[in-house]
């Protein structure tokens, strides 16, 4: 099983540009989100999904859009990409709803230029 | 709303020292408690957790316990290795079954640790 898997690993962009991160898991997880890590801050949920066809925002949601169509894969998309919003980027997922633990994919480190 | 606080870091010991990674929290609800862990390159993956009051989480000689009075979960290790350096998340979540936050996590901003030989 390769578990939580996310593509590219390195990305830079210019400002307005629009690009997908990738992200896929092999392990029939219910539940996927996206976060970003930022020196200092933490990780912070960006959209979650709790089922195909069904996604939310979270505590950074601006600027970014989601989809679910199937269990397999959540991808996150920047539709204008902005100085802003360089950083690292995490995909995980977790079986269910409740206080499971979440598996995490290595990351996507963008930067934005 | 939930917040995680962790101790200020880095964190610089020789190896064989005792750890201790300071983390308190305020919770809507009741809270499971989580400590992860990011090794230089890689994503996060859980190190322990705590669902209830006075449980304690452990795992490669590392301890944490659930705190309901002091509200903390401070992890702790007697004796540090080199491989143990890495970058620590100390986490929560409110979520459970047929609740609505759907086990959402809330991270402390993360301590870094540096173990010299």
């Known amino acids: 099983n390769a578990g939580v898997t996310q593509t590219p690993k390195f990305q830079v962009l210019k400002t307005g540009q629009s690009m997908t991160l990738q992200c896929a898991q092999d392990m029939n997880h219910e539940y996927m989100s996206w976060y970003r890590q930022d020196p200092g801050m933490g990780l912070r949920l960006i959209h979650y999904?709790?089922?195909?066809?069904?996604?939310d925002q979270g505590e950074v949601p601006n600027g970014y859009n989601v989809s679910r169509s199937t269990t397999e894969d959540f991808p996150l998309r920047l539709l204008s990409a902005a100085p802003s919003q360089t950083s690292v980027y995490f995909c995980?997922?977790?079986?269910?709803?409740?206080?499971?633990?979440?598996?995490f994919g290595p990351g996507t480190r963008l930067t934005v230029l | 709303g939930n917040s995680v606080t962790q101790m200020e870091g880095p964190v610089t010991l020789s190896e064989e020292a005792f750890l201790t990674i300071n983390c308190t929290y305020t919770?809507?609800?009741?809270?499971?408690l989580f400590w992860y862990v990011q090794y230089p390159g890689e994503g996060l993956q859980l190190l322990l957790k705590a669902t209830k009051a006075d449980d304690k989480g452990s795992n490669k000689g590392f301890e944490a316990t659930y705190r309901k009075e002091t509200t903390s979960f401070h992890l702790e290790k007697g004796s540090v290795q080199v491989s143990d350096s890495a970058v620590y998340f100390c986490a929560l979540t409110t979520g459970g079954a047929g609740g609505t936050s759907y086990g959402k996590l809330t991270f402390g901003q993360g301590t870094i640790l540096t173990v010299h030989p």
């Open positions: 919770a809507t609800g009741y809270p499971s």
């Open positions: 999904s709790v089922g195909a066809g069904i996604t």
């Open positions: 995980a997922t977790k079986r269910g709803t409740g206080a499971d633990t979440q598996y």
